[in-house]
Structures are given as structure tokens and as C-alpha cells.
């Protein structure tokens, strides 16, 4: 026998031993995870490990024996959170140690419920499998006190618990705690009375509980389940595919019987989302076999939508197009495609209007979200995309999260970031006029005006040219334009901008220094950012800030834009605006309309087509005698909605392609049924530029299609010869016209994806701009602030200022989270209104407040809070019961024509007639 381990050692690689055997360590790792690695993941059983947990040592059923020499004294130690050690000789199964794991698994079956041939887990089950594993035949302790008396909890839509079955190994707590950062579970008692409790001993449906499954995920027994019973075994397909709601990209493993989906978990080699996802992705898919699904195209005869065949809708609108664009010309058609769709759908429909119409008149839902993102970033960095990747979390010293809750918005992210804010020496800030959970845990949180984004941002880059802080390697080599910018910064009038935004100067120049003074720091931002009259130029200075910090081109910095719909990226990628092709490349330039003539073999426009916003305008002037429409609810989610709905009602032919008949099919002439994320394959990219695999689960409900299957059976019914829609075979249309996607092919995808660019060779990309920008240099440009329209034009009237939010439970419009369990837990709309402007206005939790802008008026249920200031007013809009947008206004970004969702000039009253409370 080998006595000393030093015979084994070099100068890079040491040893450990298992039963005398040596093998190699890693720095770091447990004995626990040097035993997997080397021996199998099944050699020593655990209870309270999980592969997203910290290391916890509750159950010591993982206990292996530990001496320092072959034959020395060995000791029992868990190997879950015992860091290994050169030498170390581990011994996981001797006699003793299967002892004790008998035993210890003897004791926890004395209280808990021996019913496994009905228990949801059976054959799934950890404590079941474990005690297997260890041999237990019988218990030899008598029967004594335990708690199966214990009721299960089946109040909530989603959560369930049996705590009759716990067996106390805290993993639901540290689910709740490590991955969500929520601390709605903890242990209560001590002893024998010890007892998982929801809040202060509530059910889950009282609790702050945000149903997002970690914790049943976690669970080793069915202590703590949900209604789909997603550990049970019964399904007999799993398929891995993505995430239809935010732009996250979440992971899913979906599991079928008989063709329809049972349940959804999250998978632990996911890069995204490691093994978490929020109640959207694991719990809320019921919508996709709603009774309120579309199941057969329909066609408006007579003023109603009656049902037809798919063949008499395909040849309605190949005349109907055909005449239009034989009589007015390709630019009296449109199109608007969606973020929802896979990035091979976007692709088509664009190539559609384009190659087939003849017209550039695309666009999606990025104008009304993130197009202020894309043209700002392709302004100063060249490229209008995330420049890391959120697991760069692990390298950041400082994280600012502006005009974002992404906590609601894009849970998982949130989850990650709440975690970063939460430990001590790292800085946090927020700038956002609303309290937002994130700011709660912020180190700075600038609570500012809504629409003053660009005098904050001025000021802070003011403060840190005057400390001294700036970058100027990077500046002097990487950039160009700062000498004016930094000119204009340094005259900037600080009074004047406090005042303008309500941020006190000194909370300013603090940020300001923390966010410069850090090694790394990373910029997130969203809607808050963009969907203002200066959304372009705020994105420009937050690029402005990361470059004069020198925070760009290495991991834990960067500028990282929250995306919020599924594909809203890919969909801008695939080309779906009118100025820019697929892979962004200009449509003007004749070079590129040359490059698109020669692919596509038609002559495709060179001018830049309509806008959404120039759309409906060129509707109500007459100029617009068609569009169509795919998965966007245009008059519930576009601003102005009385100005949608005239502009639809003056458009001859309106196509919607839909799963339900929401608010604007309502308006349509023809309505095609296409296919929910489930029924479909393809790809999404996420808000990191990484492209992933969408797989089909079930079937598509009879009587709908593929949304890209109805786009290559009309591009063929108007006389262009596209091949049946596939994943692989379009990917590889797309990879040969879109640059970055050259190395991109739908059977290398793997579970992980690939982050764009991605080279020939199959290469992708982590981080961009590591040498040098897109454009070459960065470009500095100094914008002043400049008050919405807006204000200065309806202020005096309507002296409050509504802004837009959302809420973690619904996504968008809610057409597909209304569907589902979701409902029950947010049930409608509501309006944040601060304290003092309730009680000035005699408004109370609960009443219906009257919100009136020049546009309109809707009613809002009131939740009085001081998450807002005095003054700003915040509503949600995913229940169009209220249809919030009748009253935003028709102002748009000055650059890219985004609307300015985010500043509305309104007045309040409590509201009468049947709103009245009381």
C-alpha cells in the first residue's frame, strides 16, 4: 500500500485518496463533489444536497469517514460541505458509515408517512430512493410522537404542500432564500417541534410567496408539490425547449402523455437559467389548449368573422393583396411581425413584405419597447445588442439598474441581481422614479422624475469628469468625439438639473463615484430607459458612461439592455424594421440592396418603409389599404388606443395572425389561428444574444399552423417558391445572409445555444467589443435634456404624471397568462398613487380612481404606497377591461419613434357612477 500521497504529486496536479486509491483534486471542491466527480454521482447518498444549493450539512447522510494517513484515526465528517485536502484518505462505505446512514434514514422514517405507493413522487422520490440505497428493510424503532397529523395546504392556484412528509432538510428554505431571494420559508420551533412555515405561518396563498417552484423543485419528498405534480413519473416524453415570455430565455423540460403537456421544470445544466424559472415559465402554459384557442381561420363577411377553410382564406388575401398592389402600388401593404415568433418566422415575414410584396413597410414590437436600445448602441458602439452575458454577475463589482423592475419583469435575471445586491461588498444602483424591490436593497437609489433620465445621466458623468475618474487609456485609444462631449458635460448647470429631475446632487455624485470607482461595473436597463421622447440619447449616454469608465470588452462590465419579449432581439436581428434587413444590414445602400436582390432573386425597395406609428398614420390618410398583423395586440398595447382602432377601421384589409381573439383580431377582416412556442420548432435569442433551440412538444391544435408554415403557404400563393417551413432548413437560409449567424445550424445548437457572433467554424461570441467596436471607435455625443412634449403642453392641466409598469404575475397584453392560474393570483389592473396625493384627493385603498389625460379617461383600482412619490402615478396594463393606452399619448422617441409609454400628463379624481366604491 502507497503510504505517502507526495509519490503522486507534481508541480500542477494533487491527490486525494478513496479506499487507498489516489485521485486527483481541484482546488475548491468538496469531498462531496471530488466523490462524484471521480466515482459516480450515485456512490454516497444525500437528503439535503441539491445541485443550485450551497453546500448545507443538515441530513449527515452523505457522511463519509476522513483520516489523514492510510491507517490513521478516521473521523465521520458530511462530505456535502467539507472542503477535500491533499492526503485526505475518504472512506464513503465502510461498515460504520453504512451504519449510520441506516440508522439516520431509520429515524426520519419513524415520522413520515410510509404511503408511497400512492404518494405523487413514487418512484421519484429522493428519501424513497435513499433509503433503498442503505438497505432498510424495516425500522427497528418503535412507534412514538410524530407529525402526520400535519393538514396539507391547497389554497394556492399553483403551490401545495403536505408537511406530514417533510423531512426537515431545509432545501425549500434555501431554494427560497439562494436562488429567488424571497425568505418566504424558514424553520420554525426547535426539537422535535421544528416545522417549515410559510411568512408568519401562513398558507402560500397568504404568504409573499411568487410561486416560482423553486422550492418544489427542490423538495426531496412531495412536503412541497404543485398542482401538476411535475416530480411525478408519469409522463412519458420530456422535451427541452424554451421560454415564450420574457426575454430571459429560460430553459423548460416539458413533459407530455398522450400528446399533451402534464408539467414543466427547470434543468440544472441550463446556462440561463440554472435550474430556476418564475411562475410564468414553470407554471402558466395552460393557455396553450384554452377553450378561447382559434382553431379555424375566419373571414369578416357582412360586418362578422365567420369560420373557413384555410384554402379560401389563403386565396381571399393573395386576390386581395394582388389587387392592392396592382392598383396602389407594394407600399400601400404592411407589416407587422412578432417577437413572440421564432427567429425563422421574423425572417420570413420580413423576406414576405419584402421579397414577395415588395415593400420595406416592417416593422415589430421592438419600435414600441427597444428600438431607442438598438439604434443608441448601434450609434456609439456599432452593434445594438447586450455586450455580456448575465452570468458576468460573478465578475461585477457594481451593477446599475436603470428604467428596470426586473424583479417582475424578468424574474430569473432579477433573482440574480437581488442576489448580487444583497451581499455586502457590493454596490448597487437603481435609478428609477419607482421604489422598485431592487431598490430596497440598493446602495444609491435615485428616485427621479419621470423623463429626466437624460439630465441624471448628464449629471452623473459631470461628477465624474470632475473627480477625475474618467478612463483616459481607453478613452484616448478606443473612442472618438470626447473632447466636445466633455465640454458640453462640464458647462452642464447643475441647479438647473437638480431641480429638473428631484434627484438631490449629492445622491447623484455619490453613484456617480461609486459606479466610476469600481473595477467592473454593468449597466442594465429597460422600458424605463426607452420608452421616453429621449429613450435614443438615454441609451447613448448609459453607453457614454460605460466607455468613459473604460467598462466594456472584458467579463463584469458592459451595457446590457433587458429584453422584454421572448425573441424581441432575434426578431430585430431577422430584420423585421424598415430601414434595416436581416442582419442589420442598411436597405438603402446599394451595395446591400444588391446583396438582398442576388439572394433573394426578386428586386427588393432600396427607400426605408413605414414605422408602426407612421403606419396607422399612413391608414388614416388613405395611403395604407392593407396590413397584416402577427401575435400583437396593437390596440391594447399601442399608445392612443382611439387613434389604433380609426386607423384599423380605415384600412381595407386587416390580417391577424393570433392563438386568441384579442382586442385587435376584433378589428381584423381576416383572422389565420397559428401555434403557441409549444407546437412549434425554431429559435429564440435571448436578451445575451444567445440563439436557443425551441423543440416542439405537442401537436398544433387542429386546425391552426406553424406561424411560419401560413407565411410560406401565402408566399407561394402569390407566385415565390419558398420551401416548407423548418428549423434547420431556414436556419440555413438565414445563416448565408445574416453575418453573424454564419456559424449557426440547427443540429449544433446543443441545450445551451450559441451568444451571436458566431463565426464559420461554429465559434460564438461571450462578450463584444473586447478590441475593438463594431463602428471602429466609440462614438461620444453629447445630447441636452429637453422635457417632454408632453409636460410643457398638457402639465398645467394634468399636473400628475403617469408612468407604466409591470407585474411579475401577467406578460404584456395578458392574453396567455390570463389563461392561466395567473389569474387568480393578480386579478386586474391597479394604479400606485403616494399617500399625500390620496389624501388630497379623498382616494382610499380600494376606491376606483378616475385617470384623465387630453386623450381620454379610464378607471384603476388604487393601491395607496409610497413605492411612488408625490406626484407620479404608476398602472399596469394587462386587463383590457381598463385599456390604460386610451389615455397615453401619441409622443414618440425623437429618434427612433418608440412611444413615451412612461410620461403621461394626467388628473385624478375618485371615480363615480358604477366605478363608485361605497
Not at 357582412?302 to 386576390?319: F, H, P, Q
Amino acid at each position: 500500500m502507497v503510504q505517502k500521497s507526495e509519490q503522486y504529486s507534481d508541480a500542477t496536479t494533487t491527490f486525494a485518496f478513496v479506499d487507498g486509491r489516489p485521485f486527483s483534486i481541484i482546488p475548491g471542491e468538496t469531498i462531496l463533489s471530488f466523490l462524484k466527480r471521480h466515482k459516480g454521482e450515485n456512490l454516497v447518498p444525500t437528503l439535503c444536497d441539491a445541485p443550485n444549493l450551497d453546500p448545507f450539512g443538515a441530513c449527515r447522510v452523505c457522511s463519509v469517514e476522513v483520516a489523514l494517513e492510510p491507517d490513521g484515526r478516521r473521523k465521520t465528517m458530511a462530505s456535502c460541505h467539507t472542503p477535500i485536502a491533499e492526503g485526505q484518505h475518504i472512506f464513503p462505505s465502510s461498515p460504520a458509515i453504512q451504519d449510520l446512514r441506516k440508522n439516520i434514514i431509520e429515524l426520519v422514517l419513524t415520522d413520515h408517512p410510509l404511503d408511497c405507493l400512492t404518494c405523487e413522487v413514487n418512484g421519484n422520490c429522493e428519501l424513497q430512493t435513499v433509503a433503498a440505497q442503505v438497505g432498510i428493510r424495516d425500522v427497528r424503532y418503535p412507534e412514538g410522537e410524530n407529525h402526520l397529523h400535519r393538514e396539507k395546504d391547497l389554497s394556492h392556484p399553483y403551490m401545495t404542500s403536505d408537511l406530514s412528509k417533510c423531512i426537515n432538510c431545509y432545501r425549500c428554505v434555501r431554494a427560497c432564500d439562494e436562488v429567488q431571494g424571497e425568505f418566504v420559508l424558514s424553520m420554525a420551533g426547535r426539537g422535535f417541534d421544528s416545522k417549515i412555515v410559510k411568512g408568519i405561518d401562513q398558507s402560500f396563498m397568504d404568504s409573499d410567496c411568487v410561486s416560482c417552484g423553486a422550492c418544489s423543485q427542490a423538495c426531496p419528498t412531495s412536503a412541497i408539490s404543485d398542482i401538476f405534480q411535475s416530480k411525478a413519473i408519469t409522463a412519458t416524453e420530456t422535451t427541452r425547449t424554451i421560454c415564450t415570455y420574457c426575454g430571459v430565455g429560460c430553459n423548460l423540460e416539458v413533459s407530455t402523455t398522450n400528446g399533451e403537456v402534464v408539467s414543466i421544470r427547470a434543468p440544472y445544466d441550463a446556462e440561463v437559467n440554472q435550474g430556476h424559472t418564475c411562475l410564468k415559465g414553470r407554471y402558466a402554459f395552460k393557455f396553450y389548449d384554452h377553450p378561447d384557442r382559434l382553431t379555424s381561420p375566419l373571414i369578416k363577411r357582412n360586418g362578422v368573422l365567420e369560420k373557413a377553410t384555410w384554402d379560401e382564406a389563403y386565396d381571399y388575401i393573395a386576390s386581395k393583396l394582388t389587387s392592392y398592389k396592382a392598383e396602389f402600388g407594394p407600399d400601400y401593404i404592411a407589416g407587422i411581425s412578432s417577437s413572440r415568433c421564432t427567429n425563422e418566422e421574423n425572417y420570413l415575414m420580413q423576406k414576405f413584405i419584402r421579397a414577395v410584396i415588395g415593400t420595406n413597410n416592417i416593422d415589430g414590437c421592438a419600435r414600441v419597447c427597444h428600438s431607442p436600445t438598438a439604434l443608441g448602441m448601434q450609434r456609439t458602439f456599432g452593434t445594438g445588442a447586450a455586450t455580456n452575458s448575465i452570468q458576468d454577475l460573478q465578475h461585477t463589482n457594481c451593477i446599475m439598474v436603470i428604467g428596470a423592475n426586473p424583479t417582475d419583469a424578468h424574474p430569473v435575471t432579477g433573482a440574480k441581481l437581488k442576489q448580487f445586491s444583497m451581499k455586502q461588498d457590493n454596490v448597487t444602483i437603481v435609478i428609477d422614479p419607482r421604489r422598485t424591490e431592487l431598490a430596497r436593497y440598493a446602495d444609491y437609489h435615485l428616485a427621479l422624475r419621470p423623463g429626466t433620465n437624460v439630465a441624471v445621466l448628464n449629471m452623473m458623468m459631470h461628477y465624474i469628469l470632475k473627480e477625475d475618474l474618467a478612463d483616459t487609456s481607453f478613452i484616448e485609444s478606443r473612442t472618438e468625439g470626447f473632447d466636445d462631449f466633455k465640454q458640453h458635460l462640464l458647462q452642464l448647470d447643475i441647479d438647473q438639473m437638480e431641480k429638473i429631475s428631484g434627484v438631490d446632487r449629492a445622491l447623484v455624485k455619490a453613484a456617480a463615484i461609486a459606479y466610476a470607482s469600481a473595477p467592473n461595473a454593468m449597466s442594465f436597463h429597460g422600458l424605463g430607459v426607452t420608452e421616453h421622447s429621449q429613450g435614443t440619447f438615454a441609451v447613448m449616454q448609459i453607453a457614454d458612461l460605460a466607455m468613459l469608465t473604460g467598462n466594456i470588452g472584458r467579463p463584469g462590465v458592459g451595457v446590457n439592455p433587458l429584453r422584454g419579449q421572448n425573441n424581441v432581439q432575434g426578431a430585430a436581428d431577422m430584420g423585421v424594421q424598415p430601414h434595416q434587413g436581416a442582419g442589420y444590414l442598411d436597405v438603402t445602400k446599394p451595395e446591400v440592396n444588391q446583396q438582398y436582390n442576388d439572394f433573394y432573386g426578386v428586386t427588393v425597395p432600396t427607400h426605408v418603409g413605414y414605422k408602426i406609428p407612421e403606419m396607422f398614420d399612413a391608414a388614416l390618410e388613405g395611403k395604407l389599404k392593407a396590413i397584416w398583423i402577427i401575435g400583437e395586440d396593437v390596440v391594447q398595447t399601442d399608445p392612443n388606443t382611439q387613434k389604433v382602432i380609426k386607423a384599423l377601421e380605415a384600412t381595407d384589409l386587416v390580417i391577424v395572425q393570433e392563438l386568441f381573439m384579442t382586442e385587435t383580431a376584433k378589428y381584423a377582416d381576416v383572422v389565420l389561428p397559428g401555434a403557441s412556442f409549444l407546437e412549434k420548432s425554431g429559435t429564440f435569442t435571448n436578451g445575451e444574444r444567445r440563439v436557443q433551440a425551441v423543440r416542439q412538444v405537442v401537436a398544433p391544435l387542429p386546425g391552426t399552423k406553424p406561424d411560419g408554415q401560413i407565411i410560406v403557404d401565402i408566399m407561394n400563393r402569390l407566385g415565390y417558391n419558398q420551401p416548407d417551413y423548418t428549423p434547420d432548413g431556414m436556419l440555413e437560409e438565414i445563416s448565408q445572409i445574416v453575418p453573424f449567424f454564419a456559424g449557426i445550424r440547427w443540429d449544433e445548437l446543443d441545450i445551451n445555444g450559441k451568444q451571436w457572433p458566431v463565426a464559420p467554424d461554429g465559434t460564438d461570441t461571450q462578450i463584444l467589443h473586447q478590441t475593438e467596436f463594431k463602428r471602429g471607435l466609440g462614438y461620444f455625443e453629447f445630447n441636452a435634456f429637453e422635457e417632454s412634449k408632453e409636460i410643457t403642453s398638457h402639465g398645467k392641466d394634468y399636473p400628475y404624471i403617469l408612468t407604466t409598469n409591470r407585474e411579475l404575475e401577467h406578460y404584456n397584453c395578458g392574453a396567455m397568462t390570463r389563461r392561466t392560474g395567473n389569474g387568480e393570483i393578480l386579478k386586474s389592473d391597479y394604479l400606485m398613487i403616494h399617500p399625500e396625493d390620496a389624501a388630497t384627493n379623498f382616494i382610499n385603498d380600494g376606491d376606483y380612481v378616475c385617470l384623465e389625460s387630453p386623450r381620454g379617461k379610464v378607471d384603476v383600482k388604487a393601491r395607496i404606497t409610497d413605492e411612488v412619490n408625490p406626484g407620479v402615478l404608476s398602472t399596469t396594463f394587462h386587463f383590457p377591461e381598463i385599456m390604460v393606452n386610451n389615455i397615453t399619448s401619441d409622443i414618440h422617441d425623437s429618434e427612433a419613434m418608440c412611444p413615451e409609454y412612461k410620461v403621461v400628463a394626467v388628473r385624478i379624481r375618485k371615480s363615480k357612477g358604477k366605478f363608485k366604491v361605497g
